[in-house]
């Protein structure tokens, strides 16, 4: 197996000159090499790209100044095991610039091993409905269930707790076992700056907690290497949606000639490179007909609470909003009898890209907005989020 990182790299570089000069190479295989297998090197990225640089390759720098071979690409084997600094040089005839890289060679009977991240799914979402998502025969798919939470607490900040477990990966061998593990819980950050984005070590171990997850959707990635210095990685998605629910609580009414709203604070993401996209986002708000501060005598949409659901997003643009939803529609959905009204705001992913026509991710607010003159006590208002 071959382990690779960018040890680090170091220009001797004349600003006065014009254009850029910078050794860059690369090698194939880029891991498991062993004693006796070909290796090819590649410095093609090295700039500028115009014909005019020398390569000066060595394949075990350390200690050494010997020039192992030329040219822009090259070909080495190694005879015996262990880890090797190779050195690459570039010059314009002026200027040099040298890239180091490490590399590992393990025996030649050296076997990878098998990386495996166990795979799990809720099997119900916080309405105890059963999940069907087709993602969750492959990925990690969970529900933050926020249930009874106080009216006078509306951010939306709950995380929850993944636990990842590597036990089902093996070591390629009876004669071999797995000597590390190691977690990368973002594959588009390269925190460690060695050039990879997907070998970075945010845990490490066979079982590890992935405390305070937000809602979202993460690809995260898993790396074994067996105690012979063979390497097998695998990648899996992390899919959390969310839940919560505000019971029994008072709409104050308007008495001073301006509605009164009460406002929920929600973070989405949609980050399509990241693929940490929303799908939708649902808010439903169920409410009686009427209640014991109705008017007497009047006629029947006087009479009738009017609640009504507004989105802006972080910008403060108004997106959606419920005002047209006619009352025969306010029965429909899941009230829970026939002098409840419910309505639904939707929000679909498209309004979370950003673009012209579109209001982008962040944070958006959630509005209910009372504009009649009496109170209105809330049977209950649900915000979910699907990723």
Avoid at 25 to 37: A, E, Q
Avoid at 212 to 234: A, C, F, H, R, W
Avoid at 261 to 287: M, P, R, S
Avoid at 341 to 357: G, K
Wanted: with cysteine; glycine share 6%.
């Amino acid at each position: 197996m071959v382990l690779t990182s960018l040890s680090g790299c170091i220009f001797e570089d004349d600003t006065s000159a014009s254009g850029e000069l910078l050794a860059v190479f690369s090698f194939s295989p880029s891991n498991n090499n062993r004693v006796g297998d070909e290796i090819k090197f590649d410095a093609s990225a090295s700039m500028p790209q115009d014909g005019s640089l020398t390569y000066r390759w060595n394949f075990d720098a350390i200690g050494s100044q010997d020039i192992d071979a030329t040219g822009q690409s090259a070909y080495w084997t190694y005879d015996t095991t262990g880890e090797y600094t190779v050195s690459l040089t570039i010059s314009d005839g002026t200027r040099t610039s040298e890239q180091t890289r490490k590399i590992t060679i393990s025996e030649e009977d050296a076997q990878p091993p098998n990386a495996e991240i166990y795979q799990f799914a809720d099997a119900e979402d916080c309405d105890n409905n059963e999940i069907t998502d087709s993602r969750a025969s492959r990925s990690i798919l969970v529900w933050i269930c926020e249930y009874d939470i106080s009216h006078s607490d509306r951010t939306i900040s709950a995380t929850t707790k993944i636990d990842l477990d590597a036990s089902d990966s093996s070591a390629g061998d009876s004669s071999q076992y797995i000597a590390e593990y190691r977690w990368d819980l973002n594959l588009n950050d390269d925190k460690d700056n060695d050039g990879d984005a997907e070998n970075d070590d945010d845990l490490t171990g066979e079982t590890v907690s992935w405390n305070d997850v937000k809602p979202g959707e993460y690809k995260i990635g898993l790396t074994v290497v067996n105690n012979v210095g063979m390497i097998d990685s695998t990648t899996m998605t992390v899919i959390v949606c969310y839940a919560g629910y505000w019971p029994d609580f008072e709409m104050a009414g308007n008495t001073s000639g301006s509605p009164v709203e009460l406002d929920f604070d929600v973070f989405v993401n949609y980050d399509k490179t990241a693929g940490n996209t929303i799908q939708k986002l649902v808010a439903e708000l169920e409410y009686p007909e009427q209640d014991d501060d109705w008017v007497v005598g009047g006629n029947a949409q006087q009479n009738r609470n009017k609640l009504d659901i507004f989105a802006y997003n972080e910008e403060d643009d108004e997106v959606s909003n419920t005002t047209e939803t006619d009352p025969d529609s306010r029965e429909d959905g899941d009230c829970n009898d026939d002098e409840q009204d419910c309505i639904h705001l939707t929000l679909s992913s498209y309004l979370f890209t950003d673009t012209e026509s579109t209001y982008g991710d962040g944070e958006w607010t959630l509005t209910i907005r009372n504009g009649r003159f009496n109170d209105i006590t809330v049977d209950q208002f649900v915000i979910r989020i699907f990723y």
